[in-house]
């Protein structure tokens, strides 16, 4: 049986690197790709990772990995915040579902503190930085064990 997981990012983390680099740092989404398929592959997971600035498209690929018995690895970034429709798809996702945020969300102004998306996730990581990705891809290992 193969594992799959998707890694799925919301807007404007296509400009990591260059937006707000005081707050989200210098790696870019590229580099966070990269280092995240070389672990879910040492891993033995068939992995897609993917960005987004649009809604719509978030939605379709989650619904994409809930049909393909997929975990999922979700930045929601700007689509955390009060975004009904992304956690309805959410919560159709059956494996193990990891919320990740690079920065800590709860030291953040009070706008970005509260995530929609967490009601659904099965586990959140958030302040971790770009290996924020590292510890959720090793999250859903061993979350993916215990839902047997």
Known sequence: MTR????????????????????????????????????????KFDCVFRQTNSESELIDWIQEAFLQDAALIINPAGFSFGRIPVLDAVKLVQRPVVEVHITNIHQRSEEYRHSTISVAATAVICGAGAKGYLLAIRAVEDLWGSQA
């Open 4 to 43: 799959k997981l998707h890694i799925l990012n919301g807007s404007n983390l296509n400009m990591l690197g260059v937006r707000e680099p005081h707050i989200y740092g210098s790696t870019t989404l590229k580099d966070i790709e990269r280092d995240s398929m070389t672990l879910a592959d040492a891993l």
